[in-house]
């Protein structure tokens, strides 16, 4: 496992990794993974693919396009009825090119006051698929402030990512612990610690 530690970056410096990982971060703006994946190099970014949901960056042809032709994202139905609509089918035929992913646990983005919302199974039913994927939690600090929702001119604030160590499943632990610890992982990289109700 790669001894990445816990750094933080700005837009002119890089994360460069020969490994294929799974980048996983808080969700509270739509700028969330162009500023994750702008601080990956290009090697990095030209393989790494954010996971989006399909109701809303499919919803239009306009939104279709900046989602898959200019940002290379993943689109994924959060209410599936189909098999081939499955998210964690389509998440592993990406890792199974040799691809990376972001992903946000949470499902959805965060407009709660609390900092981190509970995580989804997704996280783990990746883990289990594909142990040797590494999973990196990424804190990303003020981006909600720099493109609010609803909004799609970005405010010059200052913003960065916190990239952490990777974390991986331990044999034999169950769903809802690992999911906890992950988030425990991730909220441990906050900056501005809050309280968790």
């Not at 509270?28 to 949901?53: Q, Y």
């Not at 883990?127 to 990303?140: F, G, K, N, T, Y």
Request: charged letters at 20%.
């Amino acid at each position: 496992m790669s001894k990445l530690g816990t750094r933080s970056f700005t837009l002119l410096q890089t994360v460069t990794s020969v490994r294929q990982r799974i980048y996983f971060a808080n969700h509270a703006s739509h700028g969330d993974f162009i500023l994750l994946s702008a601080c990956l190099d290009e090697k990095e970014r030209a393989r790494t693919h954010a996971v989006a949901a399909a109701d809303y960056w499919g919803k239009s042809r306009l939104r279709r396009f900046i989602a898959q032709d200019m940002l290379s994202s993943v689109l994924i139905h959060r209410q599936w009825t189909d098999e081939a609509q499955n998210p964690i089918v389509i998440m592993l035929s990406v890792l199974d090119k040799g691809h990376s992913l972001i992903i946000f646990p949470e499902g959805t983005r965060n407009m709660t006051d609390a900092p981190l919302l509970p995580f989804r199974s997704g996280l783990y039913n990746l883990s289990m698929a594909r142990p040797d994927v590494e999973l990196i939690p990424c804190w990303i600090e003020n981006m909600s402030r720099v493109l609010p929702k609803g909004q799609f001119v970005p405010v010059p604030l200052l913003c960065r990512v916190i990239f952490g160590a990777p974390i991986a499943l331990a044999p034999g632990e169950e769903r809802r612990a690992f999911l906890d610890r992950a988030r425990q992982t991730l909220l441990a990289l906050n900056p501005r610690p809050q309280r968790d109700d």
